[in-house]
Nanobody, 122 residues
Framework: AQLVESGGGLVQPGGSLRLSCAASGFTFNTFTMAWHRRPPGKERELVAMITSADGVTNYVDSVKGRFTISRDNAKNTVYLQMNDLKVEDTAMYYC????????????????WGQGTQVTVSS
């Protein structure tokens, strides 16, 4: 399985970026997809997630109303649209896929991408 992120970069406060995560090697439309981030010197945190079946989304409070997660199951891709970016959004952003590898036993697996850097600075 492979997750490849793209779309990071340097942006001024108030700007926008769209991150993409291209997935391969697993059944994408059965996995919950998420974006996590690790700010400099801090722990990794869950930013946004979207379920597989019905596309229900959830966000950390600090990004609600500014970030939107979406998925295109036909393209095996998940996106994170980030608007009104703030300096505190600066972090390495990671794509994550979580799903069952054995439904009967309830065994789940996590896949991770290598990350894409987002820097918000004037």
């Amino acid at each position: 399985a492979q997750l490849v992120e793209s779309g990071g970069g340097l942006v001024q406060p108030g700007g926008s970026l769209r991150l993409s995560c291209a997935a391969s090697g697993f059944t994408f439309n059965t996995f919950t997809m998420a974006w996590h981030r690790r700010p400099p010197g801090k722990e990794r945190e869950l930013v946004a997630m979207i379920t597989s079946a019905d596309g229900v989304t959830n966000y950390v409070d600090s990004v609600k109303g500014r970030f939107t997660i979406s998925r295109d199951n036909a393209k095996n891709t998940v996106y994170l649209q980030m608007n009104d970016l703030k300096v505190e959004d600066t972090a390495m952003y990671y794509c994550n896929a979580r799903g069952y590898i054995d439904y009967v036993r309830g065994d789940m697996i996590d896949y991770w991408g290598q990350g894409t850097q987002v820097t918000v600075s004037s």
